[in-house]
């Protein structure tokens, strides 16, 4: 079985929006991109990102993996080479109302029934399926209980706006921590995993 693992940088206000950069998503009006280049996860990413077996995105955070590391060249040195090399080569599925089409290497559109798609991946052989991004597809996978563990890194910063991993009618969710550390930089990165309660 898969499990899917919702990967974030987020605020200490819950913000996940435009970390990577000034023009990566300004929606609303969001002047904040590229808030997390000032902090270091001390390689944490890079060792998370050696079990991506598949990339599960919305349909815009698709678009923007697609415009970089569906682009950028796999000869790059470091971890921007490792990461395009690996992106280019798993699986990407995506939940879009609004394409028809994908046109980066071994990409997915899910369909219009994106609970069961995902519930199809879940029950198929293989390892961790990730999430980045994607607010509106993470709400949907927690509605029906389908995500599995979240890798958040949780930065020393207030913003006071922009989209939130778990915003106003978030379903009820308990998670049990089985993770937790600081970097020198301030970051902390916890780990949660779906908690059973009866």
């Known amino acids: 079985m ?22 990566e998503d300004t929606t609303g009006g969001f002047e904040h991109g590229g808030w997390q280049f000032d902090y270091d996860d001390d390689g944490t990413v890079a060792e998370w990102e050696k079990n ?14 697609a415009g970089s590391w569906g682009v950028w060249p796999e000869d790059a040195e470091g971890f921007q080479g490792e990461l395009t090399r690996r992106y280019n080569r798993v699986p990407k599925y995506v939940a879009s109302r609004s394409l ?3 046109g980066w290497t071994n990409s997915y ?19 961790e399926i990730r999430v980045w991004g994607s607010t509106e597809l993470i709400r949907t996978l927690a509605e029906h209980d389908q995500i599995d563990e979240y890798r958040l890194l949780v930065h020393p910063l207030v913003l006071g706006v922009g989209k939130k991993l778990f915003g106003d009618g978030f379903p009820f969710t308990r998670l049990a921590l089985v993770e937790s550390r600081s970097t020198a930089s301030g970051i902390v990165v916890n780990v949660y995993r779906r908690a059973r309660y009866h």
Do not use: C, H, M, N
Not at 52 to 65: I, Q, S
């Open 52 to 65: 991506t077996e598949a990339l599960l995105l919305g349909r815009r955070t698709y678009e923007l993996f």
């Open 2 to 23: 898969s499990s899917i693992v919702v990967q974030s940088f987020v605020t200490l206000d819950g913000v996940i929006q435009g970390p990577g950069g000034p023009e």
């Open 109 to 127: 559109l899910l369909g219009p029934d994106v609970p069961g798609a995902v519930e199809r991946l879940r029950g198929e052989p293989g390892g």
């Open 100 to 102: 028809t089409e994908v």
